[in-house]
């Protein structure tokens, strides 16, 4: 198949487009390389899935525009006729959007506007996207589950990536936009983001410096290994949403619909306590981390767990692999990149 996946220069996009290459997809990849963190670490991505093109049966270019930029969009459709598009790319990041509301506008809302333009048009046979546990923000109710009501967000990040799944089912309805919504559990390994964490942590330890460890690490976080992730991007992006002929408008599941829309959690269903995942870094970095124990920081949520049950009967496939094997993966990658 021909594949667009947007993001392609970042952690989850890299790792995606990676594995369709390898499996033989023709893959388009699509960033606009923003400076948002180290873009050499973007660029370095790049090389690789240009690297894994040339030794594969799938091939690989590299669009470097940006999807709020509408004509740039319209002129990647055009050229191209997509058999799934994996929309990734995205302004991350919960506490940066206190700082820059207006990049998540851009980069949230008005880019996802502009996929969903190109999708209907071009009539793609499925769109399958990113959204987050972000969104359950005032829930406390554990295991989130995709039948929860969503309604009280806790920053705008999340409010962005619900709009996403909103969006999505009014082009579902209208234009019979075959759709699929992720929502990502705290994603973490190899190639990952330098501003989430594990990165953080793994780089502080290893230079012997302290770590901010916001609500004294009392947070429980839904820890989910980023190959587990690309596993079920990929099985779900195979499999065509369609209309759940059992959908009743009196009593509404916002995870199904008339139109083909479906929406997933994708965790790994085990919610490990912050200070047990710094337990697992000092594990594989053999070094002893020094803690800076600080208080909440605004528009965290204090936990998170996913009920993944639903995507594990739509896919059979169900996130396994385990804290300290992630995070010794991601170790090993760091070590190695950085020569330290």
């Known amino acids: 198949?021909?594949?667009?996946?947007?993001?392609?220069a970042g952690f989850i996009g890299f790792a995606v487009a990676k594995q369709l290459i390898e499996?033989?997809?023709?893959?388009?990849?699509?960033?606009?390389?923003?400076?948002y963190y180290d873009p050499s670490l973007k660029f370095s991505r790049i090389e690789q899935l240009e690297k894994v093109a040339s030794q594969a049966t799938g091939s690989f270019e590299f669009i470097q525009a940006n999807l709020a930029d509408r004509s740039a969009v319209e002129h990647c459709f055009k050229i191209h006729t997509f058999d799934r598009v994996i929309h990734l790319a995205a302004q991350a990041g919960v506490r940066y959007s206190l700082e820059n509301p207006y990049s998540y506008i851009e980069s949230n809302v008005?880019?996802?506007?502009?996929?969903?333009?190109?999708c209907r048009h071009a009539q793609t046979p499925h769109l399958t996207y990113a959204s987050s546990s972000s969104i359950y923000g005032a829930n406390t109710v554990m295991p989130f589950s995709e039948e929860h009501a969503v309604d009280h967000p806790l920053q705008l990040y999340a409010v962005t990536k619900r709009s996403n799944e909103l969006m999505a089912h009014s082009y579902s309805h209208l234009f019979q936009l075959p759709t699929t919504g992720l929502r990502f559990f705290t994603v973490y390994g190899p190639w990952g983001r330098p501003d989430m964490a594990l990165f953080k942590f793994t780089k502080n330890i290893l230079e012997d410096k302290a770590i901010p460890v916001f609500n004294?690490?009392?947070?429980?976080?839904?820890?989910?290994?980023?190959?587990?992730?690309?596993?079920?991007?990929?099985?779900?992006s195979?499999?065509?949403a369609t209309p759940d002929e059992s959908w009743s408008p009196e009593q509404p599941s916002p995870a199904k619909s008339h139109a083909p829309f479906r929406i997933f959690n994708i965790g790994n269903n085990n919610p490990v306590q912050l200070i047990e995942y710094i337990r697992a870094i000092e594990k594989a970095t053999g070094k002893t981390a020094q803690l800076d124990l600080l208080p909440m920081q605004p528009g965290d949520v204090p936990d998170t767990f996913a009920?993944?049950?639903?995507?594990?009967?739509?896919?059979?496939?169900?996130?396994a692999t385990t804290v300290d094997d992630g995070v010794k993966a991601f170790v090993d990658w760091y070590r190695d990149y950085y020569q330290v």
């Not at 004294?216 to 779900?236: A, C, Q, S």
């Not at 009920?307 to 996130?319: F, M």
């Open 110 to 118: 008005l880019a996802f506007t502009n996929i969903l333009e190109a």
């Open 238 to 240: 195979d499999k065509i």
């Open 307 to 319: 009920d993944s049950n639903a995507l594990a009967a739509y896919i059979d496939y169900r996130p």
């Open 216 to 236: 004294h690490g009392n947070h429980t976080r839904d820890f989910t290994f980023v190959d587990d992730i690309v596993e079920g991007v990929i099985r779900v």
């Open 1 to 8: 198949m021909k594949i667009l996946v947007t993001g392609a």
């Open 23 to 35: 499996r033989g997809d023709d893959v388009v990849g699509f960033d606009n390389m923003n400076d």
